[in-house]
Protein backbone atom coordinates (compact mmCIF):
# COMPACT_ATOMS: atom_id res chain seq x y z
CA UNK A 1 0.00 0.00 0.00
CA UNK A 2 0.95 3.69 -0.35
CA UNK A 3 2.52 5.61 2.10
CA UNK A 4 0.83 8.55 2.96
CA UNK A 5 2.25 12.34 4.71
CA UNK A 6 -0.08 13.95 7.26
CA UNK A 7 0.69 17.21 9.08
CA UNK A 8 1.07 15.63 13.31
CA UNK A 9 -1.63 18.02 14.38
CA UNK A 10 -3.83 20.80 13.68
CA UNK A 11 -6.54 23.12 16.14
CA UNK A 12 -9.61 23.91 14.73
CA UNK A 13 -12.12 26.58 16.65
CA UNK A 14 -15.35 24.79 17.23
CA UNK A 15 -18.08 25.59 14.69
CA UNK A 16 -15.23 26.35 12.05
CA UNK A 17 -14.11 23.85 9.33
CA UNK A 18 -11.83 21.41 9.91
CA UNK A 19 -9.41 20.70 6.36
CA UNK A 20 -7.28 18.12 7.18
CA UNK A 21 -4.47 17.52 4.38
CA UNK A 22 -2.81 14.28 3.34
CA UNK A 23 -0.25 13.40 0.77
CA UNK A 24 -0.26 10.12 -1.19
CA UNK A 25 2.20 10.81 -4.11
CA UNK A 26 2.77 7.23 -4.62
CA UNK A 27 -0.67 6.41 -5.03
CA UNK A 28 -1.51 3.66 -7.59
CA UNK A 29 -4.32 3.80 -9.76
CA UNK A 30 -6.41 1.03 -8.10
CA UNK A 31 -5.96 2.21 -4.63
CA UNK A 32 -8.35 4.25 -2.54
CA UNK A 33 -7.96 7.05 -0.38
CA UNK A 34 -9.83 6.26 3.35
CA UNK A 35 -10.56 8.40 6.55
CA UNK A 36 -10.84 6.67 9.68
CA UNK A 37 -10.66 8.76 12.92
CA UNK A 38 -9.76 7.43 16.48
CA UNK A 39 -11.40 9.59 19.88
CA UNK A 40 -9.09 8.65 22.59
CA UNK A 41 -9.26 4.79 24.28
CA UNK A 42 -11.53 4.09 21.67
CA UNK A 43 -10.95 1.42 18.11
CA UNK A 44 -10.80 3.47 15.16
CA UNK A 45 -14.25 4.71 13.51
CA UNK A 46 -14.28 4.75 9.34
CA UNK A 47 -15.37 8.42 8.18
CA UNK A 48 -15.38 8.30 4.22
CA UNK A 49 -13.19 6.72 1.06
CA UNK A 50 -12.89 7.38 -2.43
CA UNK A 51 -10.81 6.86 -5.84
CA UNK A 52 -10.90 10.23 -7.92
CA UNK A 53 -14.05 12.03 -7.44
CA UNK A 54 -15.40 13.94 -4.50
CA UNK A 55 -17.33 12.38 -1.97
CA UNK A 56 -19.57 13.32 0.88
CA UNK A 57 -21.65 11.85 3.66
CA UNK A 58 -22.96 13.16 6.73
CA UNK A 59 -19.90 13.24 8.12
CA UNK A 60 -17.70 14.54 5.76
CA UNK A 61 -16.32 15.43 2.62
CA UNK A 62 -13.43 14.00 0.62
CA UNK A 63 -11.51 16.13 -1.97
CA UNK A 64 -9.32 14.51 -4.18
CA UNK A 65 -6.67 16.28 -6.51
CA UNK A 66 -7.06 15.29 -9.80
CA UNK A 67 -3.54 13.70 -9.84
CA UNK A 68 -4.78 11.31 -6.96
CA UNK A 69 -1.84 12.77 -4.99
CA UNK A 70 -3.04 14.25 -2.49
CA UNK A 71 -6.78 14.67 -0.72
CA UNK A 72 -8.22 16.85 2.29
CA UNK A 73 -11.03 15.62 4.67
CA UNK A 74 -13.32 18.34 5.68
CA UNK A 75 -15.62 18.04 8.87
CA UNK A 76 -18.02 21.25 7.49
CA UNK A 77 -18.57 22.42 10.93
CA UNK A 78 -16.11 20.88 13.87
CA UNK A 79 -17.72 20.05 17.23
CA UNK A 80 -15.78 19.22 20.30
CA UNK A 81 -16.31 15.78 19.83
CA UNK A 82 -14.44 15.89 16.65
CA UNK A 83 -11.55 16.24 18.49
CA UNK A 84 -9.20 12.58 17.29
CA UNK A 85 -6.48 11.46 15.84
CA UNK A 86 -7.13 11.18 12.06
CA UNK A 87 -5.65 8.67 9.71
CA UNK A 88 -5.38 8.69 6.42
CA UNK A 89 -4.80 5.18 4.27
CA UNK A 90 -4.18 3.68 0.53
CA UNK A 91 -5.07 1.11 -0.19
CA UNK A 92 -6.81 -1.92 -3.02
CA UNK A 93 -10.86 -1.64 -2.00
CA UNK A 94 -11.77 -5.88 -2.51
CA UNK A 95 -9.33 -8.48 -3.20
CA UNK A 96 -7.74 -11.36 -1.47
CA UNK A 97 -4.46 -9.33 -0.41
CA UNK A 98 -5.65 -9.27 3.21
CA UNK A 99 -7.01 -6.16 3.16
CA UNK A 100 -5.07 -5.50 6.03
CA UNK A 101 -5.17 -1.35 6.99
CA UNK A 102 -1.63 0.11 7.49
CA UNK A 103 -1.75 2.99 9.97
CA UNK A 104 0.72 6.09 9.67
CA UNK A 105 0.73 9.15 12.40
CA UNK A 106 -2.42 10.45 11.65
CA UNK A 107 -3.36 14.11 12.35
CA UNK A 108 -4.19 14.98 16.11
CA UNK A 109 -7.10 17.25 15.72
CA UNK A 110 -7.94 19.24 18.20
CA UNK A 111 -11.37 21.29 18.21
CA UNK A 112 -10.78 24.65 20.58
CA UNK A 113 -13.98 26.62 22.20
CA UNK B 1 -24.90 -2.83 11.21
CA UNK B 2 -21.37 -4.00 11.56
CA UNK B 3 -20.89 -4.04 14.78
CA UNK B 4 -17.72 -5.81 16.75
CA UNK B 5 -16.99 -5.98 20.29
CA UNK B 6 -14.55 -7.08 22.04
CA UNK B 7 -14.45 -8.64 25.86
CA UNK B 8 -13.11 -7.27 27.93
CA UNK B 9 -12.84 -3.61 27.79
CA UNK B 10 -9.92 -3.33 30.52
CA UNK B 11 -8.04 -6.19 31.95
CA UNK B 12 -5.27 -6.01 34.53
CA UNK B 13 -3.61 -9.18 35.44
CA UNK B 14 0.11 -10.23 37.21
CA UNK B 15 2.77 -11.18 35.02
CA UNK B 16 3.37 -14.60 34.67
CA UNK B 17 -0.24 -15.01 33.78
CA UNK B 18 -2.59 -15.54 30.46
CA UNK B 19 -4.99 -13.04 29.16
CA UNK B 20 -7.48 -13.88 26.58
CA UNK B 21 -9.36 -11.35 24.68
CA UNK B 22 -12.59 -11.78 22.51
CA UNK B 23 -13.30 -10.31 19.40
CA UNK B 24 -16.80 -10.90 18.01
CA UNK B 25 -18.62 -9.77 14.94
CA UNK B 26 -22.47 -9.17 16.27
CA UNK B 27 -24.67 -8.64 12.64
CA UNK B 28 -22.51 -9.90 10.18
CA UNK B 29 -20.07 -12.95 9.54
CA UNK B 30 -16.24 -12.33 8.99
CA UNK B 31 -13.90 -14.49 7.46
CA UNK B 32 -11.02 -12.43 7.93
CA UNK B 33 -10.30 -10.78 11.50
CA UNK B 34 -7.33 -8.08 12.30
CA UNK B 35 -5.78 -7.87 15.46
CA UNK B 36 -3.78 -4.49 16.54
CA UNK B 37 -2.25 -3.14 19.27
CA UNK B 38 -1.64 0.17 20.24
CA UNK B 39 1.05 2.21 22.65
CA UNK B 40 0.78 5.05 24.26
CA UNK B 41 0.92 8.29 21.50
CA UNK B 42 1.72 5.50 19.11
CA UNK B 43 -0.16 4.20 15.50
CA UNK B 44 -1.75 1.07 15.31
CA UNK B 45 -0.18 -1.53 14.82
CA UNK B 46 -0.82 -4.83 12.94
CA UNK B 47 0.10 -8.03 14.77
CA UNK B 48 -1.91 -10.73 12.53
CA UNK B 49 -4.21 -11.43 10.35
CA UNK B 50 -6.98 -14.27 11.93
CA UNK B 51 -8.40 -16.12 8.98
CA UNK B 52 -11.97 -18.55 10.28
CA UNK B 53 -10.34 -22.29 10.19
CA UNK B 54 -6.77 -21.84 9.74
CA UNK B 55 -3.62 -20.68 11.11
CA UNK B 56 -3.44 -17.04 11.64
CA UNK B 57 -0.38 -14.89 9.80
CA UNK B 58 1.53 -13.34 11.81
CA UNK B 59 3.59 -9.90 11.31
CA UNK B 60 7.31 -9.40 11.36
CA UNK B 61 7.99 -9.83 14.87
CA UNK B 62 5.08 -10.56 16.80
CA UNK B 63 5.67 -14.07 18.29
CA UNK B 64 3.19 -16.72 17.63
CA UNK B 65 3.60 -18.90 20.73
CA UNK B 66 3.39 -15.58 22.71
CA UNK B 67 0.43 -14.42 21.13
CA UNK B 68 -2.09 -17.38 20.57
CA UNK B 69 -5.06 -16.83 18.14
CA UNK B 70 -7.96 -18.62 17.41
CA UNK B 71 -10.61 -18.17 14.86
CA UNK B 72 -12.86 -21.10 15.43
CA UNK B 73 -15.99 -19.56 14.05
CA UNK B 74 -17.29 -16.54 11.72
CA UNK B 75 -18.28 -14.65 14.03
CA UNK B 76 -15.60 -14.84 17.08
CA UNK B 77 -11.29 -14.68 17.11
CA UNK B 78 -9.63 -15.04 20.44
CA UNK B 79 -6.74 -13.46 21.27
CA UNK B 80 -4.33 -14.86 23.96
CA UNK B 81 -2.02 -13.21 25.56
CA UNK B 82 0.54 -16.12 26.96
CA UNK B 83 3.03 -15.55 30.25
CA UNK B 84 2.01 -11.71 30.03
CA UNK B 85 5.07 -9.24 31.24
CA UNK B 86 4.96 -5.67 31.84
CA UNK B 87 5.94 -4.65 28.10
CA UNK B 88 2.84 -6.60 27.17
CA UNK B 89 0.29 -3.77 28.66
CA UNK B 90 -1.19 -2.25 25.39
CA UNK B 91 -4.69 -1.24 23.75
CA UNK B 92 -5.01 -3.97 21.62
CA UNK B 93 -7.92 -3.82 18.65
CA UNK B 94 -9.46 -6.26 16.80
CA UNK B 95 -11.43 -5.61 13.62
CA UNK B 96 -13.43 -7.66 11.43
CA UNK B 97 -13.83 -8.10 7.39
CA UNK B 98 -17.13 -7.45 6.51
CA UNK B 99 -18.85 -9.05 3.07
CA UNK B 100 -18.10 -5.71 1.12
CA UNK B 101 -14.36 -6.36 1.89
CA UNK B 102 -14.27 -2.86 4.52
CA UNK B 103 -13.11 -3.27 7.95
CA UNK B 104 -14.91 -2.34 11.14
CA UNK B 105 -13.03 -2.26 14.28
CA UNK B 106 -13.86 -3.02 17.80
CA UNK B 107 -13.68 -0.91 21.36
CA UNK B 108 -10.25 -2.08 21.97
CA UNK B 109 -8.97 -3.80 25.03
CA UNK B 110 -6.67 -2.04 27.48
CA UNK B 111 -4.50 -4.68 29.06
CA UNK B 112 -2.29 -3.82 32.14
CA UNK B 113 0.06 -6.59 33.46
CA UNK B 114 1.64 -6.03 36.72
Known amino acids: DAKTTQPPSMDCAEGRAANLPCNHS???????VYWYRQIHSQGPQYIIHGLKNNETNEMASLIITEDRKSSTLILPHATLRDTAVYYC??????????????FGGGTRLMVKP | GAVVSQHPSRVICKSGTSVKIECRSLDFQATTMFWYRQFPKQSLMLMAT?????????EQGVEKDKFLINHASLTLSTLTVTSAHPEDSSFYICSARGNNNEQFFGPGTRLTVL
Open chain 1, 89 to 102: IVRVAGGNAGNMLT
Open chain 2, 50 to 58: SNEGSKATY
Open chain 1, 26 to 32: TISGNEY
